[in-house]
């Protein structure tokens, strides 16, 4: 199968070369400038989570995978190879020397993939924690997850006890969304996952990468960063997330501010910067809606209210909507997220804010313009570049040795992303499709120049 390596590395090296020159003359200036940051990730080594702490200078590279399926799909494993040929292909020539590349070098270039990452980049998964569990109707534990009342929970506070695979999604779905084997493999990691959601996932993804490492003949176990929720667990008050809500919602300027970026208008203020959770669990974004308060220019108070919503379809069957069900209403105090602490008002920041703590210094998006949001990154960069002149987020890069720039953006080009060689859908899961048929798309990807 050694094989496949070499064919998905010469497509990628024909076909996004753009991508490595980019990286290597960013890795140019990046190396001149001093990057005093301690980062810790984990990874699962032999099924046990293991944090791997860096403290020196490195290139953080981040790729995504979902807590809203526990199976690894197509789309997530290409992801993951796909930051692994960045990666290894920008340590090789940043090292070497930008050169078009001859048999000697791809020959190295496949050493080096079958190795766990060692180089000045690292690449690592930045895994969203605050996701509904069943967000694009493709878990197969879903009819359990709804049942237990956990569909609008964050899947950080899920728990696992209750969670079975729903054999009727099995019937519908096997060989387009979910495989036999691959429900084996979620019933033996159900009954050790000691009630943590998370972890199940982990455990199921990993075993997963590690099968998919021999037949690809890349080692694809990398590092994760789970974020928002339990980072901010993790943190005291005064760690890099409380501060990034407390900045936000300082005053009505700096609220303005975030609605700028995110290019929304101040009229109906109903866009809430961080989503406060109710203390029966939920925590959905979708099915939160909210709105700022204002007393004379001055931030009052935000109310919530949680109520049973849609969430999205999975690729096979679009009347097949997942569901987030909830019922509630508060009301948070203004004081409670401008002096913000999360023991005391847990709650799920808005993406563009959040990913300011994450050391990415570049990253790989899947299929922006056709699967995934330009709007997103465009708030992502401007919520940087407002940071970086002092407005929104004030002294962000002096108080916690974080860079504000904004990262170098790179995508999974739309039309060549890796998907079911018959229903044509990305989210199937890797055990309903054969390499084969993944390798034949190749491997494609673009730098994503106008976010800058």
């Known amino acids: 199968m050694g094989d496949v390596c070499k064919s998905l590395l010469l497509d ?3 076909n996004s070369w753009t991508t490595i020159e980019v990286l290597v003359k960013k890795l140019i200036s ?15 080594i032999n099924g046990r989570k293991m944090a791997v702490v860096f403290k020196d200078d490195r290139f953080f590279l981040r790729g995504s995978v979902e807590y809203a399926n526990p199976q690894l799909t197509v789309e997530e494993i290409q992801g993951i190879i796909g930051i692994r040929l960045l990666e290894v292909c920008t340590n090789y020539f940043f090292e070497y020397g930008l050169h078009k590349p001859v048999e000697g070098d791809v020959a190295q270039l496949c050493e080096a993939l079958q190795k766990p990452p060692t180089g000045y980049v690292v690449p690592f998964l930045l895994n969203t924690d605050d996701v509904e569990a069943d ?10 997850i709804v049942e237990s009342c956990q569909s609008s929970f964050p899947a950080a506070y899920v728990k696992t006890e209750p969670l079975k695979v729903d054999e009727a999604f099995v019937k519908k779905y096997e060989g387009t969304l979910i495989s036999r084997k691959e429900t084996e493999l979620l019933d033996s990691n159900l009954k050790a996952s000691k009630g943590s959601y998370l972890e199940f996932v982990d455990s199921v993804k ?7 490492s021999k037949l690809f003949c890349m080692n694809l176990s990398l590092y994760s960063l789970r974020m928002p929720l339990s980072t901010l667990q993790a943190e005291a008050k005064d760690g890099v997330l409380h501060y990034i809500i407390s900045e936000s919602h300082r005053d009505y300027e700096a609220i303005e501010e975030a609605y700028r970026c995110m290019g929304r208008s101040m009229t109906k203020r109903t866009t809430l910067l961080t ?11 979708r099915a939160a809606r909210g709105k700022l308060h204002f007393e004379d220019g001055k931030l009052l108070n935000v109310s919530v209210k949680y109520a049973t919503a849609k969430l999205y379809p999975n690729g096979i069957d679009p009347q097949d909507i997942a569901v987030a069900k909830g019922d509630d209403a508060f009301t948070v105090p203004a004081e409670k997220l401008a002096d913000y602490s999360f023991a005391e008002t847990p709650s799920s920041p808005q993406f563009f804010l959040y990913s300011m703590g994450s050391p990415e210094d570049a990253a790989l998006w899947h299929g922006v313009g056709a699967f995934a949001s330009p ?20 002294n962000l890069s002096e108080k916690y040795k974080i860079k504000v720039d904004v990262p170098l953006q790179f995508n999974l080009v739309p039309a060549n992303m890796w998907r079911h060689p018959i229903r044509n859908n990305i989210d199937a899961s890797v055990g309903c499709v054969g390499v084969a048929d993944l390798t034949r798309w190749g491997m494609r990807i673009e730098y994503l120049s106008a976010f800058k």
């Open 135 to 144: 967000r694009y109707s493709i878990n197969p534990l879903k009819a359990s």
């Open 275 to 285: 989503v406060p959770h109710s203390k029966k669990g939920y925590g959905s974004k």
């Open 12 to 14: 990628f090296l024909e």
């Open 30 to 44: 990046f190396k001149m400038e001093k990057h005093a940051r301690e980062v810790t990730l984990y990874q699962y």
């Open 206 to 212: 990993y075993a997963q990468l590690e099968e998919y």
């Open 375 to 394: 709007q997103l990154l465009q708030s992502l960069a401007s919520a940087r570049n407002a940071c970086k002149v002092g407005r929104l987020v004030k």
